[in-house]
């Protein structure tokens, strides 16, 4: 069965832009391909595509080098295979798969200022945030930082009231905890982050009480910041009522 060199290329590219592999029916979507399509061409390919998770992945280095080589020879065509992948998975339903290949498709990508409104963004920033390992989105977040001259402090700080807006206080708090840890790590102990951790232990108090071991813990985290800070006469009563 002739498939057609175009449906083969937008299969080939597409199944080389992801960064996790590819389920039939994502091929099927991103790629304008027919499942019998891809089908036949699955069945061709044989051992060179392995299934992980139901997803089909290039099964060595050498068939993506084959894929590039072919269809993307230029770093431009490369980046513009990922822009394209990233404009699909934008329009998709927001999930722990989406966000990750989105923001990594960004920023294999080098759209910086994509990248930067997918960490921001009311619809994706805070699965991001909740979602992504902290030290990936440390590095997505330095990219920003120095391609789009801005402070990381600064821009979630801005967009903060916009992705707790609505939220039940169990979804604030989660919220407050990652954005404050994702800073912390960075050595960013600024007052935003300390209003972050403030607002945790309220939470906490309100909602769990002054007995609760995870109000413990907000107590905790609250006298680690300060003593970040260096500001041992607010860290020390903290660590005892802890």
């Given at each position: 069965?002739?498939?057609?060199?175009?449906?083969?290329?937008?299969?080939m590219?597409?199944?080389?832009?992801?960064?996790?592999?590819?389920?039939?029916?994502?091929?099927?979507?991103?790629?304008?391909?027919s499942?019998?399509?891809w089908?036949?061409?699955?069945?061709?390919?044989?051992?060179?595509?392995?299934?992980?998770?139901?997803?089909?992945k290039?099964?060595?280095?050498?068939?993506?080098?084959?894929?590039?080589?072919?269809?993307?020879?230029?770093?431009?065509?490369?980046?513009?295979?990922?822009?394209?992948a990233?404009?699909?998975?934008?329009?998709q339903?927001?999930?722990?798969r989406?966000?990750?290949?989105?923001?990594?498709?960004?920023?294999?990508?080098?759209?910086?200022?994509?990248?930067?409104?997918?960490?921001?963004?009311?619809?994706?920033?805070?699965?991001?945030?909740?979602?992504?390992?902290?030290?990936?989105?440390?590095?997505?977040?330095?990219?920003?930082?120095?391609?789009?001259?801005v402070?990381v402090?600064?821009q979630?700080?801005?967009?903060?009231?916009?992705?707790?807006?609505?939220?039940?206080?169990?979804?604030v708090s989660?919220?407050?905890?990652a954005?404050?840890?994702?800073?912390?790590?960075?050595?960013?102990?600024?007052?935003f982050?300390?209003?972050?951790?403030?607002?945790?232990?309220?939470?906490?108090?309100?909602t769990l009480?002054?007995?609760?071991?995870?109000?413990?813990?907000?107590?905790?985290?609250?006298?680690?910041?300060?003593?970040?800070?260096?500001?041992?006469?607010?860290?020390?009563?903290?660590?005892?009522?802890a």
């Amino acid at each position: 069965m002739d498939v057609g060199a175009a449906r083969v290329k937008r299969a080939m590219v597409g199944l080389w832009s992801s960064r996790h592999g590819l389920s039939d029916i994502e091929v099927t979507a991103m790629c304008n391909v027919s499942l019998m399509d891809w089908a036949a061409i699955r069945l061709r390919l044989d051992d060179a595509l392995y299934d992980d998770a139901g997803r089909s992945k290039c099964a060595h280095d050498y068939l993506r080098k084959a894929i590039q080589d072919r269809y993307l020879p230029s770093e431009k065509n490369q980046r513009g295979a990922h822009y394209k992948a990233a404009q699909w998975w934008s329009a998709q339903e927001v999930d722990a798969r989406m966000i990750s290949e989105l923001l990594w498709q960004w920023y294999t990508a080098q759209a910086w200022q994509e990248l930067r409104a997918c960490l921001t963004g009311a619809r994706t920033g805070p699965s991001a945030i909740l979602q992504i390992d902290e030290l990936e989105l440390w590095s997505f977040w330095l990219c920003v930082e120095y391609q789009c001259r801005v402070r990381v402090e600064e821009q979630l700080k801005k967009v903060f009231p916009k992705w707790v807006l609505r939220a039940n206080q169990e979804r604030v708090s989660d919220i407050c905890v990652a954005v404050s840890t994702l800073l912390s790590q960075a050595g960013r102990y600024g007052l935003f982050n300390e209003r972050l951790r403030l607002r945790t232990l309220s939470i906490s108090k309100k909602t769990l009480g002054l007995d609760h071991p995870d109000f413990a813990a907000s107590l905790n985290n609250l006298a680690s910041l300060y003593a970040s800070q260096a500001d041992n006469a607010k860290a020390l009563p903290m660590y005892v009522r802890a």
